[in-house]
């Protein structure tokens, strides 16, 4: 007989007894066999039975273990629901132009992401796969944060995107590491177990490069000391996060997240990295250097890149063994460019015909203007970022001024115009200047 069920059973006997000498019916639990004058409550059933309040909690405790037990080990998903990489690159395709090689990586790793969860919660422990972090690099302009964003449209996990420029090592100004899992949380209603099947997308993380080759007296606060900090996060380890974020509230509890399961994707412009990649594309063996010379894109030198130029440009070597994943993403062309304005579903003429439509006056582009607008975006070397700032400069006015004339029902938008506005606001810019 189990320790309980002998407590019970003596506890029983003794209300036996008392039953007999005082000539009354005395109740008692049905579970641990207490009676009703030593417990704070007694609940009474139809059928003659008792359970008291400390029974009632401690089910609680143990179905809220349970539940929590299942929500770990059953993901919300099956393998037959989820996206094939095909389909979630024909996804990303709708709002971002070009890409085909990021895309394709992205596509697998998110989806690699999702197996590797099924295969967890299945309790397969002969073979463990590995998560494969991702590096995106890519001049500014091309999409890389755009690709994030999209891709949290069609995930079924919690995602979220920190910037690394705010991240400061342990103790100085500015946000610890562990505020990029404080996100996280947030985004999945601080069930800890959906965040620790989620995806982090830290953007800028070329910012966190080490200053300087040389050693200096002065700790690199906010460069190699977050790297060394994110060292345990990107693999994995159980983390002390603060919910509420920071040092502002330091009187908080702190939640345990284990970032095992959690995907990590960086992504950075690399300013200057493309003379890192000429410099190592430059050392070859005397005589055959014209060779290896002529075969090189000079145009697109972005796509040669290796983990070395990443060390060469700041990161240190732990990190990038973390982050196995580099791709790269190509400099926009014309071609890349002009399609951006028109093509997407979110395609920044689409946007101002919109907003224009929800005045009642009809917005058109001449195809001359757009190819204007594309030339000023190359001059500007700004990506698709050039072409947002240059049409907001060209609209301004109209947003302005049409909207109060009732009148009007209808814009087009010529290259003279474009012209005009870009001059005139150039113009105005000097004098100010002056």
Request: charged fraction near 30%.
């Amino acid at each position: 007989m189990a320790v309980g069920e002998c407590r019970g059973h003596c506890q029983y006997e003794e209300i036996k007894e008392m039953e007999k000498e005082n000539g009354r019916r005395v109740d008692y639990c049905s579970f641990c066999g207490q009676p009703r004058t030593e417990v704070a409550v007694m609940f009474d059933g139809e059928d003659g039975s008792h359970i008291c309040d400390q029974c009632i909690e401690r089910g609680h405790v143990i179905l809220e273990e349970t539940m929590e037990r299942n929500r770990r080990k059953a993901p919300n998903f099956k393998m037959e629901e989820l996206l094939k990489p095909t389909q979630i690159k024909s996804f990303l395709d709708e709002y971002v132009i070009g890409q085909d090689r990021a895309k394709r990586s992205m596509a697998v790793a998110v989806y690699n992401h999702y197996k590797r969860l099924l295969h967890e919660s299945a309790g397969d422990r002969q073979i463990e796969i590995d998560k494969s972090n991702i590096m995106l690099v890519g001049p500014t302009g091309t999409g890389k944060t755009l690709m994030a964003r999209t891709i949290a449209k069609l995930l079924k996990v919690p995602f979220t995107i920190v910037d690394a420029t705010v991240l400061t090592e342990a103790g100085y100004v500015g946000e610890d590491v562990e505020s990029i899992l404080s996100r996280l949380l947030q985004v999945a209603d601080y069930d800890v177990a959906q965040a620790e099947r989620g995806i982090v997308f830290i953007d800028e993380i070329d910012k966190i490069a080490r200053k300087s080759d040389n050693p200096s007296i002065t700790r690199d606060v906010s460069g190699e000391g977050v790297q060394q900090a994110l060292l345990k996060i990107l693999e994995g380890t159980v983390v002390n996060v603060p919910p509420q974020g920071g040092r502002k509230h330091p009187d908080q509890k702190f939640i345990q997240v284990n970032t095992s399961n959690i995907l990590f994707i960086c992504g950075g412009a690399f300013d200057g990295i493309e003379k890192k990649i000429a410099q190592r594309l430059n050392t070859q063996v005397v005589g055959y250097g014209q060779l290896r010379k002529e075969r090189i894109d000079q145009e697109n030198i972005m796509q040669y890149i290796m983990p070395q130029d990443l060390k060469a440009f700041g990161l240190i070597p732990e990190l990038i063994g973390r982050v196995p994943v580099l791709t790269y993403l190509e400099p926009l062309d014309r071609a890349a460019l002009r399609s951006i304005l028109t093509e997407p579903k979110n395609a920044i003429t689409r946007q101002y015909v919109k907003l224009f439509e929800m005045d009642g006056i009809k917005l058109t582009f001449d195809d001359a203007a757009l190819d204007y607008i594309v030339d000023k975006a190359i001059e500007y070397r700004l990506g698709a970022r050039g072409l947002r700032s240059i049409c907001e400069t060209i609209m301004m006015d109209s947003m302005y001024e049409l909207p109060g004339q009732a009148d009007r029902k209808s814009l087009r938008i010529t290259a003279a115009y474009v012209k005009s506005r870009l001059e005139n606001e150039n113009s105005k810019r000097l004098q100010a200047a002056g």
